[in-house]
């Protein structure tokens, strides 16, 4: 995934552009970025690795030697940036958020053309920001060379431009991802997360729709391309990315999830005769189980803690196992709220199954007599081809997939992959037996899609329901 602010003010913005940048750490956990202009110095840049510390640690020699009125942030889980790129339309720096599926393709075209050449990241992979900013460069000017690569790109692309004349906000052509303009006196600021800039001063002014561009200067907003009509809004971002506070659309992230533990309380319709307790799993988990006890009855409990003075988000690993075990680490279990109790767990989402089979096996040795499992979204069936929500590098990770690669062999034809995504099928019941089965739940139901679509509020046709159903 991966977060942006971006300021435009009339005096310095550096103080605004560290403080919002780093409000969207929780969207990222590899690279993060800043890059400011000032009219008589230039451009100013620096990136770190905030792999093993968060990004106010790296980044806090930088806030005090940078300066400028105009200035990007970004927080990534992939490639380094803010990137700055000189071209015929002259010097500018660029961050991104999206994925782009046909990079090899657009890579050998632009290379092929011989109009430049690609540094290589230790991956092997070529940086996506690079690949977009080569993708603009094509055209005579930043507003076709945006739009060029918004079409060309297959995935999604969200991205700013800083330049010396203001900075190029553009939202993806269907809008899978947010962007969103806040104003104060001094000027405006442009962000990923609503609320990153609410305590900075910032009044909400607008939100950008599909594929609308924007220029944002300290004096004002230009709009240089109209919104699109169709947008297609990532539902996960309600789900599980969206920090609590947040909200897309004009929904609120907190309320979403609350309404989402509602309705699976709903369909359960189990009482204080079958559960003792209804908890969620820190941090996201929590709003959904709260939204369950309330409607259910059930009480509302916190039987193991997040310990996270030392071990924020951004703390994690990228090797996969390593991850795990810190995952594991921070969960601190309260006892007296486990020993012979049967716990109902709330969590966002079932991918690999890894820490939640880690976490019921965490409660049954700290006594618990039974575990049942909620996850507030339906199985994940195909892996996100738009904005890179899972570190899964095959949809052969996803459990559900494994589950009914076992059931259907290797090559499953999307017709019978949708017959397991339906919650009346036969199929839905085996494969949701066998994953209970797996990660050793005492029961387990996932929220229907069209259950948690209804605790959104948004016309099903502006969501984006692909990770589950498989329809663009």
């Not at 940078?66 to 889980?77: A, E, W």
């Amino acid at each position: 995934m991966g977060g942006f602010f971006a300021t435009a003010l009339k005096n310095d913005c550096v103080f605004d552009l560290f403080f919002g940048t780093d409000y969207h750490s929780h969207l990222g956990t590899r690279r993060a970025g800043m890059a400011a202009f000032d009219q008589k110095d230039g451009f100013s840049r620096a990136i770190h690795n905030i792999e093993n510390s968060p990004f106010r640690t790296k980044f806090e020699s930088d806030f005090h030697e940078m300066h400028g009125n105009l200035g990007i942030g970004c927080i990534s889980d992939y490639e380094p940036q803010p990137l700055i790129v000189r071209s015929h339309h002259g010097t500018y720096a660029i961050t991104t958020v999206g994925k782009i599926n046909n990079h090899e393709a657009l890579e050998d075209e632009i290379i092929g053309s011989g109009g430049t050449h690609f540094q290589e990241l230790s991956s092997g992979s070529i940086n996506a920001t690079e690949l977009t900013a080569a993708l603009i460069n094509q055209k005579d000017n930043i507003i076709d060379g945006i739009r060029y690569a918004q079409e060309v790109i297959d995935g999604s692309m969200t991205m700013m431009l800083l330049t010396a004349k203001g900075i190029y906000c553009a939202r993806d052509k269907m809008g899978r991802t947010p962007l969103v303009i806040g104003e104060k006196d001094d000027g405006f600021c442009a962000s990923f997360e609503k609320f990153a800039y609410l305590n900075l001063g910032y009044r909400d002014y607008k939100e950008l729709g599909p594929g609308e561009i924007v220029i944002m200067t300290p004096e004002g907003i230009r709009t240089l391309a109209a919104p699109g009509k169709k947008m297609k809004i990532c539902t996960f971002l309600w789900v599980y990315y969206g920090y609590p506070s947040s909200g897309y659309e004009g929904v609120s992230v907190e309320e979403m999830r609350y309404h989402c533990g509602e309705r699976m309380a709903k369909r359960d319709q189990w009482g204080k005769d079958r559960i003792d307790i209804v908890a969620g799993v820190p941090d996201s988990g929590t709003a959904h189980a709260v939204g369950y006890a309330n409607e259910s009855g059930i009480p509302f409990s916190r039987p193991f803690i997040k310990y996270t003075p030392t071990w924020p988000r951004s703390f994690m690993p990228t090797i996969q196992t390593q991850r795990d075990l810190i995952a594991r680490m921070k969960l601190i279990p309260v006892h007296e709220l486990i020993d012979g109790k049967k716990l109902l767990l709330i969590d966002d989402s079932i991918v690999r199954g890894t820490q939640l089979r880690e976490t019921t096996e965490f409660l049954y040795q700290s006594g618990a007599k039974e575990v049942h499992v909620r996850p507030a979204c339906p199985p994940i069936m195909f892996g996100c081809k738009y904005i890179n929500f899972s570190r899964s590098t095959s949809e052969m990770e996803l459990i559900a997939r494994r589950v009914v690669n076992k059931e259907e062999g290797q090559s499953v034809e999307r017709s019978i992959l949708e017959d397991y995504a339906n919650p009346d099928s036969d199929r839905y019941a085996r494969m949701l037996e066998e994953i209970r089965r797996q990660l050793g739940f005492t029961s387990l139901s996932y929220n229907r899609l069209d259950d948690m679509l209804e605790a959104v509020g948004i016309e099903k046709e502006k969501l984006c329901t692909y990770c589950w159903d498989g329809k663009e």
